[in-house]
Nanobody, 120 residues
Framework: QVQLVESGGGLVQPGGSPRLSCAASGSIFSINDMGWYRQAPGKERELVATITRDGSTNYSGSVKGRFTISRDNPKNLVYLQMNSLNAEDTATYYC??????????????WGKGTLVTVSS
């Protein structure tokens, strides 16, 4: 059973710099793309950032220059360093990964999400 578990959310003051972590565990053959999405109250889920296995990154325009995604391949971890947070960053942040269970089969997996609330 493969699962993704996020950590690092909570109440953050404007301008704060929390770091989110996500650990993938279970019967994993390999992990391709990993990433972070977020969903603010009343809004649809949106891309935050993605990272390929070899470290190529992609960011949404709203976070580019403020957030940094990274990963630890041997430990099946992905991180999101968030800087200069503002109220518009308040959302539930979801970890994503495309995980191969064997050489021939893989699928998308999602974490349950971690809430980040930016407020003074």
């Amino acid at each position: 059973q493969v699962q993704l578990v996020e950590s690092g959310g909570g109440l953050v003051q404007p301008g704060g710099s929390p770091r989110l972590s996500c650990a993938a565990s279970g019967s994993i053959f390999s992990i391709n793309d990993m990433g972070w999405y977020r969903q603010a109250p009343g809004k649809e889920r949106e891309l935050v950032a993605t990272i390929t296995r070899d470290g190529s990154t992609n960011y949404s325009g709203s976070v580019k220059g403020r957030f940094t995604i990274s990963r630890d391949n041997p430990k099946n971890l992905v991180y999101l360093q968030m800087n200069s947070l503002n109220a518009e960053d308040t959302a539930t942040y979801y970890c994503y990964a495309f995980i191969k269970l064997n050489q021939f089969y893989g699928r998308d997996y999602w974490g349950k999400g971690t809430l980040v609330t930016v407020s003074s």
